[in-house]
Protein backbone atom coordinates (compact mmCIF):
# COMPACT_ATOMS: atom_id res chain seq x y z
CA UNK A 1 0.00 0.00 0.00
CA UNK A 2 1.42 3.68 -0.55
CA UNK A 3 1.08 5.80 2.16
CA UNK A 4 2.56 8.77 0.94
CA UNK A 5 3.15 12.21 2.86
CA UNK A 6 0.03 14.02 1.38
CA UNK A 7 -2.47 11.51 2.02
CA UNK A 8 -0.91 10.99 5.54
CA UNK A 9 -1.39 14.48 6.31
CA UNK A 10 -4.71 14.73 4.78
CA UNK A 11 -6.03 11.63 7.18
CA UNK A 12 -4.23 13.42 10.09
CA UNK A 13 -6.20 16.71 8.99
CA UNK A 14 -9.37 15.23 8.86
CA UNK A 15 -8.90 13.46 12.13
CA UNK A 16 -7.71 16.03 13.80
CA UNK A 17 -9.68 18.36 12.27
CA UNK A 18 -12.48 17.58 14.35
CA UNK A 19 -11.38 21.34 15.05
CA UNK A 20 -10.10 24.28 13.66
CA UNK A 21 -6.78 24.18 13.24
CA UNK A 22 -6.87 20.59 13.18
CA UNK A 23 -7.67 17.46 10.31
CA UNK A 24 -10.02 15.67 9.63
CA UNK A 25 -12.36 13.11 11.77
CA UNK A 26 -12.66 16.08 14.50
CA UNK A 27 -8.87 16.33 15.30
CA UNK A 28 -6.81 19.14 13.82
CA UNK A 29 -4.18 20.67 12.45
CA UNK A 30 -1.10 21.51 13.99
CA UNK A 31 0.39 25.28 13.76
CA UNK A 32 3.73 26.50 14.23
CA UNK A 33 3.79 27.80 17.71
CA UNK A 34 4.67 31.43 18.49
CA UNK A 35 7.23 32.03 21.39
CA UNK A 36 6.25 31.34 24.57
CA UNK A 37 3.43 33.90 26.22
CA UNK A 38 3.03 34.48 29.57
CA UNK A 39 -0.89 33.91 29.07
CA UNK A 40 -3.96 34.37 27.27
CA UNK A 41 -5.12 37.41 25.66
CA UNK A 42 -8.32 38.60 23.88
CA UNK A 43 -7.51 39.10 19.77
CA UNK A 44 -8.10 42.31 18.67
CA UNK A 45 -10.35 41.91 15.80
CA UNK A 46 -10.07 44.61 13.23
CA UNK A 47 -12.10 48.01 13.95
CA UNK A 48 -15.29 48.10 11.89
CA UNK A 49 -15.79 50.56 9.48
CA UNK A 50 -19.11 49.35 8.55
CA UNK A 51 -22.38 47.68 9.34
CA UNK A 52 -22.70 44.25 8.45
CA UNK A 53 -24.99 44.39 5.02
CA UNK A 54 -28.65 43.88 4.41
CA UNK A 55 -28.95 40.80 2.23
CA UNK A 56 -30.39 42.07 -0.52
CA UNK A 57 -31.24 40.11 -4.24
CA UNK A 58 -28.02 42.00 -4.76
CA UNK A 59 -25.87 40.61 -2.12
CA UNK A 60 -27.13 37.58 -2.68
CA UNK A 61 -26.19 37.68 -6.06
CA UNK A 62 -22.75 37.98 -5.14
CA UNK A 63 -22.49 35.46 -2.51
CA UNK A 64 -24.22 32.82 -4.97
CA UNK A 65 -21.52 33.52 -7.74
CA UNK A 66 -18.48 33.48 -5.07
CA UNK A 67 -19.68 30.42 -3.34
CA UNK A 68 -20.72 28.45 -6.78
CA UNK A 69 -16.75 29.99 -7.79
CA UNK A 70 -14.99 28.62 -5.41
CA UNK A 71 -17.19 25.30 -5.94
CA UNK A 72 -15.57 25.39 -9.12
CA UNK A 73 -11.91 26.33 -8.54
CA UNK A 74 -11.78 23.63 -5.67
CA UNK A 75 -14.01 20.73 -6.88
CA UNK A 76 -16.38 20.64 -4.44
CA UNK A 77 -19.14 18.61 -5.09
CA UNK A 78 -21.81 20.17 -2.52
CA UNK A 79 -22.22 23.18 -0.36
CA UNK A 80 -24.53 24.35 1.80
CA UNK A 81 -24.25 27.81 3.06
CA UNK A 82 -26.61 29.41 5.94
CA UNK A 83 -25.68 33.81 6.62
CA UNK A 84 -27.84 35.80 8.76
CA UNK A 85 -27.84 38.72 11.19
CA UNK A 86 -30.68 40.57 12.98
CA UNK A 87 -32.47 43.09 10.78
CA UNK A 88 -30.31 42.73 8.15
CA UNK A 89 -31.85 39.06 6.59
CA UNK A 90 -31.34 35.53 5.95
CA UNK A 91 -28.90 33.88 3.35
CA UNK A 92 -29.61 30.26 2.58
CA UNK A 93 -28.39 28.09 -0.21
CA UNK A 94 -27.49 24.64 -1.20
CA UNK A 95 -25.29 24.23 -4.61
CA UNK A 96 -24.21 20.72 -6.09
CA UNK A 97 -25.34 17.52 -5.27
CA UNK A 98 -25.30 15.24 -2.20
CA UNK A 99 -24.68 11.91 -3.87
CA UNK A 100 -22.45 11.57 -7.21
CA UNK A 101 -24.04 7.80 -7.93
CA UNK A 102 -27.54 9.26 -8.44
CA UNK A 103 -27.28 12.56 -8.82
CA UNK A 104 -29.09 14.08 -6.16
CA UNK A 105 -28.87 17.43 -4.80
CA UNK A 106 -27.58 19.00 -1.94
CA UNK A 107 -30.42 20.59 0.50
CA UNK A 108 -30.21 22.45 3.83
CA UNK A 109 -32.13 19.90 5.20
CA UNK A 110 -28.88 16.98 4.81
CA UNK A 111 -27.18 15.56 7.81
CA UNK A 112 -23.35 16.06 7.69
CA UNK A 113 -20.21 14.68 9.63
CA UNK A 114 -19.04 17.68 11.57
CA UNK A 115 -15.72 16.28 12.79
CA UNK A 116 -13.59 18.58 14.93
CA UNK A 117 -16.33 20.81 15.92
CA UNK A 118 -17.58 18.26 18.24
CA UNK A 119 -14.46 19.51 19.89
CA UNK A 120 -16.75 23.03 21.21
CA UNK A 121 -19.37 20.17 22.32
CA UNK A 122 -17.31 18.04 24.16
CA UNK A 123 -15.69 21.75 25.95
CA UNK A 124 -18.69 23.17 26.73
CA UNK A 125 -19.85 19.52 28.69
CA UNK A 126 -16.23 19.69 30.24
CA UNK A 127 -16.60 23.58 31.36
CA UNK A 128 -20.37 22.71 32.73
CA UNK A 129 -18.94 20.31 35.20
CA UNK A 130 -16.20 23.19 36.21
CA UNK A 131 -19.36 25.80 36.68
CA UNK A 132 -20.95 22.83 38.91
CA UNK A 133 -17.82 22.78 41.03
CA UNK A 134 -16.86 18.94 39.91
CA UNK A 135 -13.84 19.88 38.51
CA UNK A 136 -11.38 22.80 37.66
CA UNK A 137 -9.91 23.73 34.76
CA UNK A 138 -6.61 23.53 36.07
CA UNK A 139 -6.74 20.11 37.88
CA UNK A 140 -3.75 18.38 35.90
CA UNK A 141 -4.64 15.34 34.02
CA UNK A 142 -3.16 12.71 35.98
CA UNK A 143 -5.80 13.47 38.41
CA UNK A 144 -8.45 11.83 36.41
CA UNK A 145 -6.55 9.52 33.78
CA UNK A 146 -3.53 7.37 34.68
CA UNK A 147 -0.60 6.52 32.20
CA UNK A 148 -0.48 10.60 30.81
CA UNK A 149 3.16 11.49 29.84
CA UNK A 150 3.82 14.61 31.84
CA UNK A 151 0.41 14.13 33.18
CA UNK A 152 0.95 15.63 36.76
CA UNK A 153 2.14 18.71 34.83
CA UNK A 154 -0.51 18.79 31.90
CA UNK A 155 -3.58 20.81 33.09
CA UNK A 156 -6.86 20.49 31.97
CA UNK A 157 -6.84 24.39 30.83
CA UNK A 158 -3.87 22.87 28.49
CA UNK A 159 -5.88 20.43 26.75
CA UNK A 160 -8.46 22.50 25.99
CA UNK A 161 -6.11 25.33 25.03
CA UNK A 162 -4.05 22.78 22.61
CA UNK A 163 -0.60 23.68 24.36
CA UNK A 164 -0.31 19.97 26.67
CA UNK A 165 2.57 18.98 24.53
CA UNK A 166 1.57 15.79 23.64
CA UNK A 167 1.79 14.15 20.56
CA UNK A 168 -1.27 13.96 18.05
CA UNK A 169 -2.46 9.96 18.16
CA UNK A 170 -3.99 11.20 14.47
CA UNK A 171 -0.49 11.89 13.15
CA UNK A 172 0.85 8.32 13.91
CA UNK A 173 2.52 6.05 11.62
CA UNK A 174 0.72 3.23 12.62
CA UNK A 175 -2.19 5.07 13.43
CA UNK A 176 -2.85 6.37 9.84
CA UNK A 177 -2.11 2.68 8.40
CA UNK A 178 -4.44 0.90 10.70
CA UNK A 179 -7.45 3.56 10.16
CA UNK A 180 -7.13 3.33 6.10
CA UNK A 181 -6.50 -0.44 5.75
CA UNK A 182 -9.83 -0.73 7.51
CA UNK A 183 -12.10 2.51 7.52
CA UNK A 184 -15.10 0.38 9.46
CA UNK A 185 -12.84 -0.55 12.09
CA UNK A 186 -13.86 0.50 15.52
CA UNK A 187 -11.41 2.38 17.76
CA UNK A 188 -12.01 2.92 21.38
CA UNK A 189 -10.35 5.23 23.28
CA UNK A 190 -7.79 3.75 25.03
CA UNK A 191 -6.45 2.43 21.33
CA UNK A 192 -6.21 6.11 20.43
CA UNK A 193 -4.26 7.27 23.64
CA UNK A 194 -2.10 4.40 22.51
CA UNK A 195 -0.74 5.51 19.26
CA UNK A 196 -0.26 8.96 20.85
CA UNK A 197 1.46 7.93 24.57
CA UNK A 198 4.16 5.95 22.65
CA UNK A 199 5.68 9.19 21.29
CA UNK A 200 7.90 11.80 23.94
CA UNK A 201 6.24 14.54 24.42
CA UNK A 202 6.54 17.62 22.12
CA UNK A 203 7.09 20.39 24.78
CA UNK A 204 6.54 21.07 28.05
CA UNK A 205 2.94 22.43 28.72
CA UNK A 206 2.13 25.80 28.24
CA UNK A 207 4.83 26.36 26.19
CA UNK A 208 3.38 26.42 22.87
CA UNK A 209 0.16 25.92 20.92
CA UNK A 210 -0.13 22.63 19.05
CA UNK A 211 -3.50 21.48 17.45
CA UNK A 212 -3.65 17.91 18.99
CA UNK A 213 -6.50 15.19 18.81
CA UNK A 214 -5.42 13.48 21.83
CA UNK A 215 -5.72 16.07 24.34
CA UNK A 216 -10.01 16.34 23.12
CA UNK A 217 -9.65 12.16 23.58
CA UNK A 218 -8.09 13.01 27.55
CA UNK A 219 -11.35 15.51 27.70
CA UNK A 220 -13.91 13.11 27.04
CA UNK A 221 -12.96 10.43 29.43
CA UNK A 222 -13.03 13.45 31.98
CA UNK A 223 -16.35 13.87 31.31
CA UNK A 224 -17.25 9.94 31.60
CA UNK A 225 -15.09 9.60 35.04
CA UNK A 226 -16.56 12.95 36.96
CA UNK A 227 -20.15 12.48 35.58
CA UNK A 228 -20.08 9.02 35.72
CA UNK A 229 -21.90 8.85 32.26
CA UNK A 230 -20.99 7.86 28.63
CA UNK A 231 -19.59 10.62 26.92
CA UNK A 232 -22.57 10.86 23.86
CA UNK A 233 -24.91 10.54 26.83
CA UNK A 234 -23.71 13.70 29.18
CA UNK A 235 -23.33 15.78 26.00
CA UNK A 236 -26.93 14.76 24.54
CA UNK A 237 -28.30 15.99 28.22
CA UNK A 238 -26.39 18.49 29.05
CA UNK A 239 -25.69 20.64 26.19
CA UNK A 240 -27.98 19.46 23.24
CA UNK A 241 -30.89 19.12 25.24
CA UNK A 242 -30.53 22.50 26.67
CA UNK A 243 -29.61 24.15 23.57
CA UNK A 244 -32.68 22.83 21.60
CA UNK A 245 -30.29 20.99 18.97
CA UNK A 246 -32.52 18.02 18.26
CA UNK A 247 -30.81 17.14 14.77
CA UNK A 248 -27.35 16.53 16.37
CA UNK A 249 -26.10 13.47 17.75
CA UNK A 250 -22.90 12.08 19.02
CA UNK A 251 -23.02 8.77 17.30
CA UNK A 252 -21.37 5.50 19.19
CA UNK A 253 -20.81 3.65 15.81
CA UNK A 254 -21.26 4.32 11.79
CA UNK A 255 -24.89 5.22 11.85
CA UNK A 256 -26.18 8.11 9.92
CA UNK A 257 -29.43 9.52 10.36
CA UNK A 258 -31.02 10.57 7.06
CA UNK A 259 -31.69 12.44 4.67
CA UNK A 260 -27.84 12.48 4.61
CA UNK A 261 -25.11 13.97 2.18
CA UNK A 262 -22.76 11.43 0.76
CA UNK A 263 -18.62 12.81 1.53
CA UNK A 264 -15.80 12.16 -0.60
CA UNK A 265 -12.26 11.70 0.42
CA UNK A 266 -8.72 10.80 -1.18
CA UNK A 267 -7.62 10.08 2.60
CA UNK A 268 -7.50 6.58 1.29
CA UNK A 269 -4.84 3.67 1.29
CA UNK A 270 -5.23 3.57 -2.60
CA UNK A 271 -4.88 7.51 -2.42
CA UNK A 272 -8.07 7.11 -5.13
CA UNK A 273 -11.33 9.29 -3.81
CA UNK A 274 -13.68 6.96 -2.75
CA UNK A 275 -16.84 6.87 -0.58
CA UNK A 276 -16.35 7.87 3.11
CA UNK A 277 -20.00 8.22 3.97
CA UNK A 278 -19.96 5.10 6.51
CA UNK A 279 -16.85 5.12 7.61
CA UNK A 280 -16.72 4.58 11.29
CA UNK A 281 -16.18 8.05 12.91
CA UNK A 282 -15.10 6.73 16.35
CA UNK A 283 -11.65 7.29 15.62
CA UNK A 284 -12.33 11.48 16.22
CA UNK A 285 -15.15 10.09 19.61
CA UNK A 286 -14.49 13.49 21.40
CA UNK A 287 -12.26 15.56 18.72
CA UNK A 288 -14.76 14.65 15.54
CA UNK A 289 -17.25 12.00 15.83
CA UNK A 290 -20.96 14.51 15.97
CA UNK A 291 -23.23 14.70 13.21
CA UNK A 292 -25.29 17.83 12.57
CA UNK A 293 -27.55 20.40 10.11
CA UNK A 294 -27.47 23.57 9.00
CA UNK A 295 -30.83 24.61 11.02
CA UNK A 296 -29.08 23.22 14.60
CA UNK A 297 -25.49 24.46 13.59
CA UNK A 298 -27.07 28.15 13.02
CA UNK A 299 -28.12 27.98 16.73
CA UNK A 300 -25.17 26.08 18.18
CA UNK A 301 -23.28 29.37 16.66
CA UNK A 302 -24.63 31.98 18.98
CA UNK A 303 -25.02 29.32 21.81
CA UNK A 304 -21.18 28.48 22.24
CA UNK A 305 -19.86 32.08 21.08
CA UNK A 306 -22.00 33.88 23.61
CA UNK A 307 -21.78 31.17 26.54
CA UNK A 308 -25.45 30.53 26.92
CA UNK A 309 -25.38 26.91 28.93
CA UNK A 310 -22.18 28.56 30.88
CA UNK A 311 -22.07 31.07 33.53
CA UNK A 312 -20.30 34.36 32.37
CA UNK A 313 -17.35 33.90 34.22
CA UNK A 314 -15.99 30.44 32.42
CA UNK A 315 -17.47 31.75 29.15
CA UNK A 316 -14.98 34.51 30.00
CA UNK A 317 -12.30 32.39 30.56
CA UNK A 318 -13.27 30.11 27.10
CA UNK A 319 -13.12 33.24 25.00
CA UNK A 320 -9.23 34.05 26.02
CA UNK A 321 -7.12 32.97 23.66
CA UNK A 322 -3.68 31.87 23.38
CA UNK A 323 -1.50 32.85 19.99
CA UNK A 324 -1.15 31.08 17.15
CA UNK A 325 1.11 31.34 14.15
CA UNK A 326 -1.53 33.36 12.67
CA UNK A 327 -1.95 37.02 12.45
CA UNK A 328 -5.08 38.18 13.89
CA UNK A 329 -6.16 34.42 14.93
CA UNK A 330 -6.18 32.71 18.96
CA UNK A 331 -7.28 29.46 20.34
CA UNK A 332 -9.31 29.09 23.70
CA UNK A 333 -10.89 26.65 25.02
CA UNK A 334 -12.37 24.48 22.61
CA UNK A 335 -12.87 27.66 20.53
CA UNK A 336 -11.14 29.99 18.21
CA UNK A 337 -11.46 33.64 17.31
CA UNK A 338 -10.63 34.41 13.40
CA UNK A 339 -10.32 38.17 12.97
CA UNK A 340 -13.27 38.69 15.28
CA UNK A 341 -15.36 35.32 13.96
CA UNK A 342 -15.46 32.70 17.15
CA UNK A 343 -16.44 29.57 16.71
CA UNK A 344 -15.05 26.18 14.96
CA UNK A 345 -14.45 24.27 11.68
CA UNK A 346 -14.31 20.77 11.27
CA UNK A 347 -13.04 17.96 8.93
CA UNK A 348 -12.86 14.14 8.25
CA UNK A 349 -12.68 12.00 5.43
CA UNK A 350 -15.52 13.14 3.27
CA UNK A 351 -16.78 16.02 5.07
CA UNK A 352 -15.86 19.66 5.72
CA UNK A 353 -18.00 22.05 8.32
CA UNK A 354 -17.65 26.14 9.42
CA UNK A 355 -19.78 27.14 12.07
CA UNK A 356 -18.77 30.94 13.67
CA UNK A 357 -20.28 34.00 15.13
CA UNK A 358 -19.60 37.76 14.99
CA UNK A 359 -20.58 39.11 18.43
CA UNK A 360 -20.65 42.63 17.25
CA UNK A 361 -23.12 42.09 14.11
CA UNK A 362 -24.62 38.84 15.95
CA UNK A 363 -24.07 37.35 12.51
CA UNK A 364 -23.64 33.70 11.93
CA UNK A 365 -22.18 31.89 8.97
CA UNK A 366 -22.38 28.10 9.03
CA UNK A 367 -20.73 26.11 5.58
CA UNK A 368 -21.29 22.30 5.41
CA UNK A 369 -19.82 20.34 2.26
CA UNK A 370 -19.13 17.14 1.05
CA UNK A 371 -15.83 16.67 0.18
CA UNK A 372 -12.20 16.94 2.72
CA UNK A 373 -10.28 17.43 -0.34
CA UNK A 374 -7.61 20.46 -0.18
CA UNK A 375 -7.21 22.92 -2.90
CA UNK A 376 -3.73 24.56 -2.71
CA UNK A 377 -3.44 23.14 0.15
CA UNK A 378 -6.08 24.83 1.47
CA UNK A 379 -9.39 23.72 2.95
CA UNK A 380 -12.51 24.68 1.00
CA UNK A 381 -14.22 25.16 4.18
CA UNK A 382 -11.80 27.89 4.50
CA UNK A 383 -12.31 28.97 0.70
CA UNK A 384 -15.84 28.91 1.45
CA UNK A 385 -15.57 31.38 4.46
CA UNK A 386 -13.14 33.33 2.96
CA UNK A 387 -14.96 34.54 -0.08
CA UNK A 388 -18.09 34.64 2.32
CA UNK A 389 -16.46 37.56 4.68
CA UNK A 390 -14.60 39.24 2.17
CA UNK A 391 -18.39 40.38 0.96
CA UNK A 392 -20.27 40.53 4.41
CA UNK A 393 -17.36 41.68 6.31
CA UNK A 394 -14.97 43.30 4.87
CA UNK A 395 -13.07 43.84 7.96
CA UNK A 396 -13.61 40.50 9.51
CA UNK A 397 -12.41 38.02 6.94
CA UNK A 398 -11.71 34.57 7.41
CA UNK A 399 -8.85 32.97 6.80
CA UNK A 400 -6.48 30.43 7.48
CA UNK A 401 -3.24 30.99 5.47
CA UNK A 402 -1.42 28.10 4.68
CA UNK A 403 1.98 29.70 4.75
CA UNK A 404 1.00 30.34 8.58
CA UNK A 405 1.64 26.55 9.38
CA UNK A 406 4.69 24.88 10.05
CA UNK A 407 6.17 22.72 6.86
CA UNK A 408 6.09 19.93 9.43
CA UNK A 409 2.57 20.28 10.47
CA UNK A 410 0.39 17.16 9.33
CA UNK A 411 -2.54 19.35 8.23
CA UNK A 412 -1.43 23.07 6.86
CA UNK A 413 -4.67 24.48 7.31
CA UNK A 414 -6.97 23.05 9.54
CA UNK A 415 -8.02 23.85 12.87
Known amino acids: MRYSRTCRRRVCAGIAALGIFA ?155 AFTSNPDRPFTPQELLDFAFKHPIQFQPGAEFDYCNTNLILLGLVVEKISGTPLHDFIQENVLDPAGLRNTVFPTDAAFPSPHAHGYTIQTASGQVEDATDWNPSWGWAAGAMISNLQDLRTWARVVATGTLLTPETQAERLKVYPTAIPGAGYGLGIFNIQGWIGHNGSLPGYESLTIYLPESQATLVVLLNTDELHDNNEPSTLFGQAITRIVTPEHVYDIPVTAAAPTSPSPTKY
Do not use: C, H, W
Not at 47 to 58: H, K, M, R, V
Not at 63 to 80: F, N, S
Not at 112 to 122: C, D, N, Q, Y
Not at 146 to 169: H, W
Open 23 to 177: APLGAGTAFAAEPPVPGPYSVAAPAAQGDFPELTPAVAARLDKAIQDVMKEAGVPGVTVGLSAPGKGTYIRSFGIADKATGRPMTPNLFMRIGSETKTFTVTALLELVDQGKVSIDDPISKYVDGVPNGDKITLRNLASMRSGLFNYSADEGFYK
